[in-house]
């Protein structure tokens, strides 16, 4: 075919350009599926990073949130079929996803413990294993909601020595820090799916490492809180001299209330849990929910501790559902019984009416 189209163009003028535009087409072909789309494709990226991650960071509503990261995401990424992926907005979408996952897997979990508390074995039997396929689902978001922040900063998390992203604004600063949190959550969500999800361990000591490049104090703990779980989980990554992890953890949920947003309360309750620690989680829940009347909640991020609020309004539906076989009664919350202190009520003597 080739040497008939070279014969072709020798012949006529009309023949050439004919030759020509076939050329140019299957250039532009070649060079792109669509330029409208690659440029909607850009148009896109970069609003969703200067203008919708802003907006959702500020919403109160983690359900509404978590739908969204769940609606938008296949739209935004499928543009990485034309233009670069938008890995910064990626990360964050699929995060928000891997919420949506895990409050189901929360209900399935709660679900669970209800039949088990009623003693019906095949429900609790069912429950349980729809807990661990969502919980596998949830690690398998969160593992590319990880991934995506890592490409997004270009930074390699097993490099040596370490070498710390070029992190320009606040918003890059939050994304890479929850990024790291989700690699985190990724590993938890995973063992407790009976490891159906197989996501990597070595996340883990990759998060301790890339955890120091994010000033600790500004970001309420958040830091050192990720480092302190990645110890109890892998001892030997622990430095020598390093203050115990529980103590961290219990730093950390302070001065996430003293910056107004709590994510690290939440990881000290996920800690308590999963090493089996209750007087560390009834502290935890407990200090959550005294802290509600005077923390002043980070405007810009209050997604996050939003989020961070219904981490432990689970943990505590969790104890409240294994022991009593329903949830948190709202006058209860932060309370692990639903006896009343009643040290302290004053008494009436009965002889005075008399």
């Not at 989700?182 to 990759?206: E, F, K, W, Y």
């Amino acid at each position: 075919m080739i040497s008939s189209l070279v014969t072709l163009v020798g012949r006529t003028p009309a023949a050439r350009l004919k030759l020509l535009m076939f050329a140019a087409l299957a250039l532009l072909a070649g060079c792109s599926a669509n330029p409208i789309y690659t440029t909607t494709g850009v148009v896109l990226s970069n609003y969703s990073e200067g203008e919708a991650t802003p907006y959702v960071m500020q919403m109160s509503d983690p359900q509404m949130a978590c739908s969204l990261g769940e609606g938008i995401d296949p739209l935004l990424y499928s543009f990485s079929r034309v233009t670069d992926a938008p890995d910064t907005t990626g990360s964050l979408l699929m995060l928000l996803a891997g919420n949506c996952m895990e409050y189901r897997a929360w209900e399935a979990e709660l679900a669970y413990l209800r039949a088990d508390f009623e003693g019906n074995v095949p429900a609790a039997k069912d429950a349980r294993e729809e807990a661990k396929r969502l919980n596998a689902k949830t690690a398998k978001r969160r593992l590319r909601a990880f991934n995506r922040a890592m490409a997004a900063y270009e930074f390699d998390p097993a490099a040596e020595p370490l070498e710390c992203p070029f992190l320009f604004t606040e918003q890059d600063e939050l994304t890479f820090l929850l990024g790291l949190l989700t690699g985190m959550q990724a590993i938890v969500n995973d063992a407790n799916s009976g490891a159906l999800a197989g996501i990597p361990r070595n996340i883990a000591p990759q998060a301790e490492r890339a955890a120091t490049c994010v000033d600790n104090e500004k970001w309420g703990g958040l830091p050192n809180s990720i480092r302190a779980l990645v110890w109890l989980l892998l001892p030997d990554t622990r430095p020598a001299l390093s203050p115990d992890p529980w103590r961290v953890l219990d730093n950390s949920s302070r001065l996430g209330v003293k910056v107004g947003m709590r994510a690290s309360m939440a990881l000290e309750a996920v800690a308590a849990e999963t090493f089996g620690r209750p007087e560390v989680l009834a502290n935890t829940i407990a200090e959550f929910v005294d802290a509600e009347d005077s923390i002043d909640v980070w405007g810009d991020y209050q997604l996050v501790d939003v989020v961070a609020a219904a981490v432990i309004r689970f943990s505590s539906d969790k104890h409240w559902t294994a022991n009593y076989g329903y949830r948190t009664p709202q006058s209860f919350f932060g309370k692990m019984s639903p006896e009343r202190n009643t040290e302290n009520v004053e008494t009436m003597d009965l002889d005075d009416l008399l």
